[in-house]
C-alpha cells in the first residue's frame, strides 16, 4: 500500500477499532505480517510516527512499538 492509503486505515483502526498498538494494526488488522511483509519497512517510520502523535505516545513507548514490529518481521522471516 501507499502511504496515504495506509495512513488513512491507521487512523481508521485507531478511532473505530480501537487499535493502541503498531503490532496489533500491521498483524492483525491489515494482515502486512503475513501477506505483505516486504511493504512494512518502507511505511514503518510514518507508522510510528504518526500512530504515537495521535495516542499521546512519548519516545520511549515510540521506539518499544517500532522494535515490536521489527522484531517479528524478523521472526515472520526467520519462520518463513
Known amino acids: 500500500p501507499n502511504l496515504e492509503l495506509a495512513l488513512s486505515e491507521l487512523k481508521y483502526?485507531?478511532?473505530?477499532?480501537?487499535?493502541n498498538h503498531l503490532d496489533d494494526f500491521i498483524v492483525q488488522r491489515t494482515g502486512w505480517l503475513y501477506f505483505n511483509i516486504e511493504s512494512i519497512a518502507p511505511l514503518l517510520n510514518d507508522l510510528t510516527k504518526?500512530?504515537?502523535?495521535i495516542l499521546n505516545w512519548d519516545e520511549e513507548q515510540t521506539n518499544r512499538e517500532k522494535e515490536l514490529v521489527r522484531n517479528r518481521i524478523q521472526l515472520a522471516k526467520e519462520l518463513g
Not at 483502526?13 to 487499535?19: D, K, L, R
Not at 504518526?50 to 502523535?53: D, V
Open 13 to 19: 483502526c485507531i478511532e473505530n477499532e480501537s487499535v
Open 50 to 53: 504518526e500512530m504515537g502523535a
